[in-house]
């Protein structure tokens, strides 16, 4: 038992036993084997269940991220129409204010327009006031008579009303 070694994982092993010299390879060609052996194929299999779990779990995040883009889609639009709410209140402030202004003006010019207040206004800045009866003058306009009139000419007949007369005549 003296050709047993220790291995590193702690079970024992044997050397393998060179029968002959055509048993050891040459250095190059055993570095060879030994670069070959060393390569370790990897295989990338995955177990099925794991391939439906993350198949769900991608599902899962597209439906997550489907939700969120139609809910900021929702709140963007909210927010939109908060705007636009916000300048119509504005626009309608704005009209009122207008109005009252409007309603204001037409008060004032017919105020101003109002028969007494003009006769008041002329009487006191101007120095008007109405005629007396030593201003007053008439006048009176007497209409030519015509001197020449005018029959109205007999219209002329036309092509056809002539050539109806004169068939009319051939027959009467």
Known sequence: MAALKKAANGYDYMEPMLESE???????????????????????????????????????CLMILICFVMLSLVIAGNAAI??????????????DKLESQAEQLSVELAVKRDITNVAQAAESSLDMSFPSASQIRYVEFV??????????????????????????????
Do not use: C, M
């Open 82 to 95: 908060s705007k636009i709410n916000l300048e119509n209140i504005e626009i309608q402030s704005n009209i």
């Open 22 to 60: 055509w048993d050891v390879l040459p250095e190059p060609k055993q570095r060879r084997r030994r670069a070959v052996k060393e390569r370790v194929e990897i295989v990338y299999e995955v177990h099925p269940e794991q391939v439906a779990k993350r198949r769900r779990a991608v599902s899962n």
């Open 143 to 172: 209409q030519p008579e015509k001197t020449e009139t005018q029959e109205p000419k007999a219209e002329e007949k036309g092509f056809f009303e002539r050539v109806w007369e004169t068939v009319k005549g051939l027959f009467s």
